[in-house]
């Protein structure tokens, strides 16, 4: 009985992926969407727990997280219990929640960005070191120099 062996034959596209993935800028991005996904939290409850109970107040108390449309089934006061009841609800408020949220996350980055723009260019903008004078500079400079060395 004769033997044969078997190799596992990795497709071309596997070591284009790893070189993708091991880019710099890929790894930025990757870093930005776990902070972006912590930050959500703390966006997220901004608007749930600060925000919201503001703008309910200016709209004469409307919870915009009650805020929902039934469709089919049982019509409940509220957005929990018409879940519970199995009713199919269109979500408006939850909607408003998140379209504040994007909002506010975008007004955010909107001026960290900016802060940081105008910091990078205060940086860029370092005094720089004088350009070195020109040949023609240079050699005016040393016949000025004798010139005035001849006459005292």
Known sequence: MSETKHTLHTPGWVSDFQKFIMRGNVLDLAVGVVIGASFS??????????LTPFIGLLTGGVDFSNLFI??????KDTLAEAQKAGAVTV???LFLNAVIQFLIVAFFIFWLTRILSKLSRKHDEAPAAPPAPSKEEVLLTEIRDLLAQKNS
Do not use: E, M, Y
């Open 91 to 93: 979500n408006i408020g």
């Open 41 to 50: 939290a703390i966006v997220g409850s901004a608007v749930k727990d600060v």
């Open 70 to 75: 039934t469709l089919k089934g049982p019509v």
